[in-house]
């Protein structure tokens, strides 16, 4: 396969592909006969995205979400990998439930999917789940995000098992008792709209015990989905004294705040909450200076009836992976705040090194798996035209810059323009 009048790193370029591996880079390659072209027409190509933080809902909920579908929703949004969370029905705490999830991820055949294990047995926080037995069945990490580990000795026999096998523990920091009963973030919106709120501290009380940890241990953790300031405080804090954390937000703390709440909008309802814009202010803070590494979706698509309610009684999370990029590229690089070659870093090197599986580069001898993106389409979304079953997204109707035009999987097209070029078995 041959791309050519490809933007690469401000140049123009062509490149080949070989047995799904990046064969040349040159300005000009000749094309071969025979050979499948892809004419970049002066996009931008990158290295595919990594999600390191989905919800593909597959076993057990597929009324939300299956791998199929949120696979077809991967490509389309320009990730080549994707690591789904074990919260399904019944978890994933075994490695058959594991071995299931892989093996239905290569059938399907469009997205890498990387499942990740629970921490512990029925996400109960009791006792540990069989993580050797995860990852010998395909397992990246381990995590029980959907629900805290709330115990904090269970939490560090996780850190030091887990570390026994290279395998990341991805912590959903949240203090149970403090966000009990919570809709939105606690302050002026909460009052203005009467919904219970969720505080700041429910997230930061988790984040600094977990800091505390890896401290202790000498271990590294990874910090799920952080929204405040005093996260990011926290954890800049913690990585100038050599404590090995890595932390990632999504698209939605610093594109949206708590004043969508507003309107009662039940798409506006996530876990955590959309936050104040000094929280906003803070997360962008984060990302500029490297104390956030990388940016995920946490897609969490619902049913319909699962949002149609009202805003207490509405289920948390939005369908994000068909509108990462554009919002990344809307709010961080048109705005100037940061580069497209930082962003790159924040949605691919960074996930894919944190979760030890090989991508993230764009040269000679690395995994063909690419986006070609297109930097100045205006689009407006449209949750109707989500591959994903999820369209529960507060963005429906808003007007974006930067577009996914093409994404390659070990040599294959599995998007263009619009379309699913290899379709789910």
Known sequence: MLIKNAMVQGKQADVRIEKGVIAEIAPAIKELTGE???????????????DMHVHLRDPGLTYKEDIASGSRAAVAGGFSAVACMPNTSPVNDCAAIT????????????????????????????????????????????????????????????MEYASDFDMPVLSHCEDKPLAEGGSVNEGYYSTLTGLKGIPAASEEVMVAREILLAQTLGLSVHLCHISTKGSVELIRHAKAQGVRVTAETCPHYFAADDSWVEGFDTNTKMNPPLRSKEDVAAIIRGIQDGTIDAIVTDHAPHHQDDKLVEYHLAAFGISGLETSFAL??????????????????????????????????????????????????????????????????????????????????????????????????
């Open 328 to 425: 990344c590229y809307t709010y961080l690089v048109k705005t100037g705040l940061i580069t497209l070659e930082r962003l790159s870093e924040l949605m691919t090197k960074n996930p894919a090194e944190i979760l030890r599986i090989p991508y993230g580069r764009l040269e000679a001898g690395a995994v063909a798996d690419l986006v070609l993106i297109d930097e100045s389409a205006e689009w407006q979304v449209d949750k109707n035209a989500f591959f994903s079953k999820g369209k529960n997204t507060p963005f429906h109707g808003k007007t974006l810059t930067g577009k996914v035009y093409a994404t390659v999987v070990e040599g294959e097209i599995k998007y263009q323009n619009g379309k699913i070029t290899e379709g789910a078995k």
């Open 99 to 158: 071995s299931y999830i892989k093996m239905r991820g290569k059938e399907v055949g469009l997205t890498k999917v990387y499942p990740v294990g629970c921490i512990s047995k029925g996400m109960k926080g009791e006792e540990l789940a069989g993580i050797g037995g995860m990852q010998a069945a395909g397992a990246v990490a381990v995590s029980d995000d959907g629900k805290p580990v709330e115990n904090a000795n269970l939490m560090r026999h996780a």
């Open 36 to 50: 499948e072209v892809l004419d970049a027409c002066g996009k931008t190509l990158l290295p595919a995205f990594v």
